[in-house]
Protein backbone atom coordinates (compact mmCIF):
# COMPACT_ATOMS: atom_id res chain seq x y z
CA UNK A 1 0.00 0.00 0.00
CA UNK A 2 1.22 3.60 -0.75
CA UNK A 3 1.81 5.78 1.80
CA UNK A 4 3.29 9.36 1.91
CA UNK A 5 4.16 10.65 5.38
CA UNK A 6 5.15 14.67 6.25
CA UNK A 7 7.19 15.73 8.91
CA UNK A 8 9.10 18.86 10.33
CA UNK A 9 6.26 21.16 10.97
CA UNK A 10 5.91 23.15 13.78
CA UNK A 11 5.85 26.70 15.40
CA UNK A 12 8.74 29.29 14.55
CA UNK A 13 9.38 32.75 14.34
CA UNK A 14 8.87 35.41 11.40
CA UNK A 15 12.55 35.20 9.45
CA UNK A 16 13.47 31.77 10.58
CA UNK A 17 13.98 27.98 9.22
CA UNK A 18 12.31 24.64 8.93
CA UNK A 19 12.86 21.68 7.07
CA UNK A 20 9.69 19.32 5.91
CA UNK A 21 10.31 15.56 4.85
CA UNK A 22 7.96 13.85 2.51
CA UNK A 23 8.83 9.87 3.37
CA UNK A 24 7.18 7.70 0.93
CA UNK A 25 6.53 3.96 1.25
CA UNK A 26 4.99 0.94 -1.21
CA UNK A 27 6.45 2.57 -4.36
CA UNK A 28 9.33 2.92 -6.68
CA UNK A 29 10.01 6.73 -5.21
CA UNK A 30 12.34 7.74 -8.05
CA UNK A 31 9.79 7.75 -10.52
CA UNK A 32 7.39 9.72 -8.99
CA UNK A 33 7.56 13.61 -9.07
CA UNK A 34 7.02 15.26 -6.24
CA UNK A 35 5.20 18.12 -5.38
CA UNK A 36 4.77 20.71 -2.16
CA UNK A 37 1.41 22.33 -1.58
CA UNK A 38 0.04 24.40 0.87
CA UNK A 39 -3.90 25.59 2.47
CA UNK A 40 -3.73 28.49 4.55
CA UNK A 41 -7.32 29.09 6.49
CA UNK A 42 -9.53 30.16 3.40
CA UNK A 43 -7.48 29.72 1.30
CA UNK A 44 -7.37 27.76 -1.71
CA UNK A 45 -4.85 25.02 -1.73
CA UNK A 46 -1.75 26.37 -3.62
CA UNK A 47 1.41 24.66 -5.15
CA UNK A 48 4.62 25.37 -3.44
CA UNK A 49 7.64 23.58 -4.92
CA UNK A 50 7.99 20.09 -7.15
CA UNK A 51 11.11 18.65 -8.22
CA UNK A 52 10.06 15.92 -11.12
CA UNK A 53 11.36 12.52 -11.58
CA UNK A 54 14.31 14.67 -13.29
CA UNK A 55 14.60 18.02 -14.74
CA UNK A 56 14.44 21.05 -13.05
CA UNK A 57 12.68 22.20 -10.21
CA UNK A 58 9.95 24.32 -10.08
CA UNK A 59 8.92 27.21 -7.18
CA UNK A 60 6.12 29.48 -6.91
CA UNK A 61 6.52 33.10 -6.99
CA UNK A 62 5.93 33.89 -3.49
CA UNK A 63 8.71 31.75 -1.97
CA UNK A 64 11.42 31.44 -4.97
CA UNK A 65 14.72 32.31 -3.11
CA UNK A 66 13.62 30.94 0.24
CA UNK A 67 12.58 27.57 0.21
CA UNK A 68 14.82 24.98 -1.39
CA UNK A 69 13.26 21.46 -2.66
CA UNK A 70 15.36 18.04 -2.87
CA UNK A 71 15.00 14.83 -2.92
CA UNK A 72 17.02 11.73 -2.02
CA UNK A 73 15.42 8.67 -3.80
CA UNK A 74 17.86 6.27 -1.97
CA UNK A 75 15.74 7.37 1.47
CA UNK A 76 12.65 7.80 -0.20
CA UNK A 77 12.33 11.08 1.16
CA UNK A 78 11.55 14.56 -0.33
CA UNK A 79 13.04 17.83 1.56
CA UNK A 80 11.44 21.30 1.57
CA UNK A 81 14.05 23.90 3.43
CA UNK A 82 12.21 26.55 4.07
CA UNK A 83 14.36 29.33 4.97
CA UNK A 84 13.25 33.27 6.14
CA UNK A 85 9.78 32.35 6.40
CA UNK A 86 7.27 35.28 6.94
CA UNK A 87 3.66 34.91 8.79
CA UNK A 88 2.03 34.85 5.10
CA UNK A 89 3.57 30.97 5.13
CA UNK A 90 1.58 29.90 7.92
CA UNK A 91 -0.41 26.76 6.29
CA UNK A 92 -0.86 23.26 6.13
CA UNK A 93 1.87 22.15 4.06
CA UNK A 94 0.98 18.68 2.27
CA UNK A 95 2.88 16.31 -0.23
CA UNK A 96 2.15 15.09 -3.18
CA UNK A 97 3.25 12.18 -5.85
CA UNK A 98 2.68 11.20 -9.20
CA UNK A 99 3.86 10.05 -12.62
CA UNK A 100 4.40 11.91 -16.08
CA UNK A 101 3.03 15.19 -17.44
CA UNK A 102 -0.35 13.60 -16.24
CA UNK A 103 0.30 13.00 -13.02
CA UNK A 104 -1.21 9.75 -12.87
CA UNK A 105 -1.00 7.63 -9.36
CA UNK A 106 -1.53 10.54 -7.67
CA UNK A 107 -1.31 10.71 -4.05
CA UNK A 108 -1.40 13.00 -1.31
CA UNK A 109 0.11 12.93 2.72
CA UNK A 110 -2.07 13.57 5.90
CA UNK A 111 -0.35 17.15 5.84
CA UNK A 112 2.25 19.06 8.38
CA UNK A 113 1.19 22.36 10.31
CA UNK A 114 3.79 25.20 9.45
CA UNK A 115 3.19 28.27 11.81
CA UNK A 116 4.66 31.42 11.44
CA UNK A 117 4.49 33.55 14.42
CA UNK A 118 6.37 35.65 16.83
Known amino acids: QRQLVESGGGLVQPGGSLRLSCVGS????????VAWHRQAPGHQRELVAM???????YYADSVKGRFTISRDNAKKTVYLQMNSLKPEDTAVYYC????????????WGQGTQVTVSS
Open 96 to 107: NVGIGSNWSENL
Open 26 to 33: GMIFSIYS
Open 51 to 57: IPSAGRT
